[in-house]
C-alpha cells in the first residue's frame, strides 16, 4: 500500500506562485528576458528548493534552511519590484505576484518563527550551568 501525505502549504503556495512567474516570464520584453528574467527565475527556483529541503529536514536544521529560502524570496522581490519599475511587466501582474509572494513570506516567517519558540537557542544552552556547578 503506497503512503501518501500531504504537501505543506508553504509549498503549495510557493508553487502557485511560481506558475504565475512562470506565465509573466513569457511576456517579458525579450530583451530582460534572460538577464533580469534569469535573475528572478534563479532566485525562484532557489527559493523553492530551500523549502523543499526544508520540509524534509531534522527540526534542528529547518531553520538554516528557513532562513535561506527568506532571503531568496526577498531577492524575488527585489528583482520583481526592479522588472516593474523598468516597464517589463503591468501593474496589474506587479500587484497579483507581489500578493502572492507576500502570502509565501508570512507563512515562512511563522513558520520560522514557530521553530524559534520550539527549538531552543545555543546561546540558551550555553549559558545554562553545568552539573556540579553553582551559579550566584
Excluded at 500500500?1 to 511576456?27: G, N
Excluded at 528574467?37 to 534542528?60: D, V
Amino acid at each position: 500500500m503506497a503512503t501518501y501525505y500531504s504537501i505543506p502549504t508553504v509549498m503549495t503556495k510557493a508553487k502557485e506562485t511560481y506558475a504565475l512567474w512562470f506565465k509573466i516570464l513569457t511576456d517579458f520584453p525579450k530583451a530582460h528576458r534572460y538577464n533580469l528574467g534569469g535573475k528572478i527565475e534563479e532566485y525562484f527556483l532557489g527559493m523553492l528548493e530551500n523549502i523543499f529541503t526544508a520540509i524534509y529536514l531534522p527540526k534542528e536544521k529547518k531553520y538554516l534552511e528557513l532562513g535561506l529560502a527568506i532571503v531568496k524570496l526577498d531577492g524575488v522581490k527585489f528583482f520583481f519590484q526592479l522588472a516593474w519599475e523598468n516597464k517589463c511587466l503591468s501593474n496589474e501582474r506587479y500587484a497579483e505576484l507581489s500578493e502572492k509572494l507576500n502570502e509565501v513570506g508570512r507563512i515562512l516567517g511563522g513558520w520560522k518563527k514557530g521553530l524559534e519558540k520550539k527549538t531552543p537557542s545555543q546561546q540558551a544552552k550555553e549559558e545554562q550551568p553545568s552539573c556540579g556547578t553553582t551559579s550566584r
